[in-house]
T-cell receptor, first 114, second 113 residues
């Protein structure tokens, strides 16, 4: 069964600092990869997705993610964090040609210090 | 385009009761999925409906059921509520393909006392 690991439960950064959130998956082929963000009291919102091609993908709110096949990783990055980025971030994986249902990581909670 | 709408936003029930949650998807979306979110277990998949048929199902007991109507609106029912059913229940709609991202509602916060 495929699995998604987000090794960091919490990450704390200062406003203006750079950010990298880690995501690793276990699956033989390249799946479809997604990052979602959940603000307090809200549902999840899609930040970006990767299917194929260029391994660096751009998303909304200044986020980007890089797919590395050799490391089975899809890490999310942002060069300069804003206080409004404080939220829960979820990595999700869908088996290509599979059941359409994403497997979600446990999430990483981002805390931003002023 | 209107987003995914879930009603009610908050619900308080007692053990043994049953509850029905409602979800209106984005217009044109034929797939509706339901998730349970708790601090301890994270996001857990309940089931997915596509064109009024349950297409995928997670590992939840039969007390959890759902249905989808011809207009793609969906309901989720939980019978004989237990304290452990307290959670945020999220509904998500999509076009129903592997590459289709999910569009989530803001959830229904269920508290069982």
């Amino acid at each position: 069964a495929q699995s998604v690991t987000q090794p960091d439960i919490h990450i704390t950064v200062s406003e203006g600092a750079s950010l990298e959130l880690r995501c690793n998956y276990s699956y033989g082929a390249t799946p479809y990869l997604f990052w979602y963000v959940q603000s307090p009291g809200q549902g999840l919102q899609l930040l970006l997705k990767y299917f194929s091609g260029d391994t660096l993908v751009q998303g909304i709110k200044g986020f980007e993610a890089e797919f590395k096949r050799s490391q089975s990783s899809f890490n999310l990055r942002k060069p300069s964090v804003h206080w409004s980025d404080a939220a829960e971030y979820f990595c999700a994986v869908v088996k290509s040609g599979g059941s359409y249902i994403p497997t979600f990581g446990r999430g990483t909670s981002l805390i931003v210090h002023p | 385009k209107a987003g995914v709408t879930q009603t009610p936003r908050y619900l308080i029930k007692t053990r043994g009761q049953q509850v029905t949650l409602s979800c209106s998807p984005i217009s044109g979306h034929r797939s509706v999925s339901w998730y349970q979110q708790t601090p301890g277990q994270g996001l857990q998949f309940l089931f997915e409906y596509f064109s009024e048929t349950q297409r995928n199902k997670g590992n939840f007991p039969g007390r959890f059921s759902g249905r989808q109507f011809s207009n793609s609106r969906s309901e989720m029912n939980v019978s004989t509520l237990e304290l452990g059913d307290s959670a945020l229940y999220l509904c998500a709609s999509s076009l129903g393909e592997s590459r289709s991202p999910l569009h989530f509602g803001n959830g229904t916060r269920l508290t069982v006392t």
